[in-house]
């Protein structure tokens, strides 16, 4: 006869689980409010209330990927085949402890694999959206900034991949038939050359005239860019500290693929617009380089939209990423992301009503958080 506990010792064991997010929420609010004058438009996020909400939730779920490992019951493949398809709260006999949102069709324990699953989520959503970032800013600046040729060229790109409706070009990208072949090397070997592009023009515009600056400068950008790069695109780390699995790859390089031409049409026409401000013309009257101009006026004052962006655009990565997990294509079938986890459970919630909640309530809130932080800047940058 199986045993349960109680709704209540549920929900006080999962909040006594949680107790390294709590605590480093509670160090990092308050440090960041005691410091809030001094953090721009971080600490102005103190003044809104949305943005504040926003804040804690999306720092609840990178808290919990970091301590997932101290949060979790058990391991998130580890099955109980006694347990398959219960409901939360079962209690294992061999190990007494409490299965807390049940157990799925494997027998294994929902609460782990939820905790778990957001390590997959952090990584993937904001690491891609950032080298998105990067290759939408390295074409936009020039793009919006020169105009003409350039301008139609890139224009043109962009708009040939915007043609495709987003998820059939993710479902085509992701495809097992597209991961055996040279795409995704390619692809993650194209884009990810752009940081160190970025970084090294960055660097160059601004400390041309100090050679040994500028030397150590450059040094350090190709050895850490050449080492992440090693990692990224050939999991050739020495270090073994970054490295990506084929699908992963093929994921990170279709997420980026996919959104460095929006990313590029907000660069190009930001830059348009502050490119016609009165402190672009004295640093073209001071005779400032191109490059300079670009990402030393232009760029600074553009981050209010591009960071509010940036929040909306993680958001709708992890939904497209749970998307894929539900079609089959993400991660490996035992892995606990959330996408994955729906699709496994959803045949069986006539079973147990609750078994595909746990996953779909944690990808909703990311995603609320997101939308709520974006809300809370876009509200804040637009006083600057």
Not at 95 to 116: E, W
Not at 154 to 169: E, H
Not at 342 to 359: D, E, G, H, K, Y
Request: charged share 15%; net charge positive; hydrophobic share 55%.
């Amino acid at each position: 006869m199986l045993e349960y506990i109680g709704f209540f010792d549920i929900w006080a064991t999962v909040t006594a689980r949680f107790w390294p997010v709590w605590l480093s929420l509670a160090v990092i609010l308050g440090a960041s409010y005691h410091f809030r004058r001094s953090l721009n438009l971080y600490g102005r996020l103190f003044d809104s209330r949305i943005g504040m909400v926003g804040l804690v939730i999306v720092l609840f779920w990178i808290l919990t990927a970091i301590f997932a490992d101290v949060v979790a019951m058990f391991d998130p493949l580890q099955q109980f085949a006694m347990l398959k398809r219960k409901a939360p709260g079962v209690i294992d006999a061999e190990t007494g402890k409490a299965l807390l949102f049940g157990a799925d069709n494997l027998g294994r324990d929902l609460f782990s694999r939820m905790v778990h699953g957001s390590r997959f989520v952090l990584v993937i959503a904001p690491a891609a959206t950032l080298f998105a970032f990067i290759v939408g800013i390295t074409i936009g600046l020039p793009a919006g900034y020169y105009g003409g040729k350039i301008d139609a060229f890139m224009s043109f790109l962009a708009n040939l991949v915007l043609a495709f409706p987003v998820i059939l070009l993710f479902y085509l990208l992701v495809t097992p038939g597209i991961r055996e072949t040279p795409i995704p090397i390619a692809m993650a070997g194209f884009f990810f050359i752009f940081p160190i592009i970025f970084f090294g023009v960055l660097f160059y515009s601004r400390y041309a005239t100090r050679p040994a600056l500028l030397a150590v400068q450059l040094v350090g950008t190709f050895l850490v860019g050449g080492w992440l790069y090693s990692g990224l695109v050939f999991n050739a780390d020495p270090l073994r500290i970054i490295t990506l699995a084929p699908n992963e790859l093929n994921i990170f390089a279709s997420v980026v693929f996919v959104n460095s031409p929006t990313v590029f049409r907000i660069v190009r026409g930001i830059t348009m617009d502050i490119k016609t401000r009165d402190y672009v013309a004295a640093a073209q009257t001071r005779g400032e380089n191109a490059w300079y101009i670009m990402l030393w006026e232009i760029l600074p004052n553009a981050r209010g939209p591009l960071i509010v962006d940036a929040c909306l655009r993680i958001g709708y990565t992890t939904i497209l990423l749970g998307t894929l997990g539900f079609f089959g294509l993400g991660l490996a079938p035992e892995s606990p992301d959330w996408g994955s986890m729906i699709n496994q459970t959803r045949a069986f919630i006539r079973i147990v009503p609750t078994i595909a909640l746990p996953p779909t309530l944690a990808l909703a809130m990311f995603v609320l958080g997101l939308n709520l932080l974006a809300d809370g800047l876009r509200e804040q940058s637009l006083k600057d």
